[in-house]
């Protein structure tokens, strides 16, 4: 089972920062990454797939780099409704389909 | 507009049984692979199993698999997640989540919660 670690667990960061989320897998995960958003009382929202790629109807603020272990979230400048739980996603082999385990991202 | 609306949840005893439903709309769901994924109380999210969209492929993950079944019904638009022999540790919401021609979990229902304790 690929074990995704992600890192902080936690960031705080005023709106207007940037913000930079880790994600690294236990082994190679190429580009079958995803990262999701999710906000209290809500299901999770795909933002990045394939590594880099936005979803329909992500702002461009949203952009997702890396490949094989290490992989990255960056929120170029932060809106208000930025602030939420960040988790990334593998499926390059699965099952199980595994997540990592949360960066929340709040306000300072 | 695509909708995927989860149904079934509640109390149950530890040892006892639940059949949560998904209905989709706004697409054709025998088009589509089909996950539940579940997230316990102030956790994270944990894949459940996936469905092909013939359903013939079913995956489990090891924490439930021998006591939940997964299968659907495309002429009914809907999704089933039956779980026996249910766990203080199956509590959780339960989400069924729509997978797109590239594997990628692009719509997610709102969820519904399953209590498990005596």
């Known amino acids: 089972e690929i074990v995704l670690t992600q890192s902080p667990a936690t960031l705080s960061l005023s709106p207007g920062e940037r913000a930079t989320l880790s994600c690294r897998a236990s082994q190679s995960v190429r580009s079958n990454l995803a990262w999701y958003q999710q906000k209290p009382g809500q299901a999770p929202r795909l933002l990045i797939y394939?590594?880099?790629n936005r979803a329909t109807g992500i702002p461009a603020r949203f952009s997702g780099s890396g490949s094989g272990t290490d992989f990255t979230l960056t929120i170029s400048s932060l809106e208000p409704e930025d602030f939420a739980v960040y988790y990334c996603?593998?499926?390059?082999?699965?099952?199980?389909?595994?997540f990592g385990q949360g960066t929340r991202l709040e306000i300072k | 507009e695509v909708q995927l609306v989860e149904s079934g949840g509640g109390l149950v005893q530890p040892g006892g049984s639940l059949r949560l439903s998904c209905a989709a709309s706004g697409f054709t769901l025998s088009s589509y692979s089909m996950n539940w994924v579940r997230q316990a109380p102030g956790k994270g999210l944990e894949w459940v199993s996936y469905i092909s969209s013939s359903s013939g492929t079913i995956y489990y993950a090891d924490s439930v698999k021998g006591r939940f079944t997964m299968s659907r019904d495309n002429a009914k638009n809907s999704l089933y997640l039956q779980m026996n022999s249910l766990r203080a540790e199956d509590t959780a919401v339960y989400y069924c989540?729509?997978?797109?021609?590239?594997?990628?979990?692009?719509?997610w229902g709102q969820g519904t919660l399953v209590t498990v304790s005596s």
């Open positions: 989540a729509r997978e797109d021609a590239v594997a990628n979990t692009d719509y």
């Open positions: 394939g590594a880099s």
């Open positions: 996603q593998q499926r390059n082999n699965w099952p199980p389909i595994t």
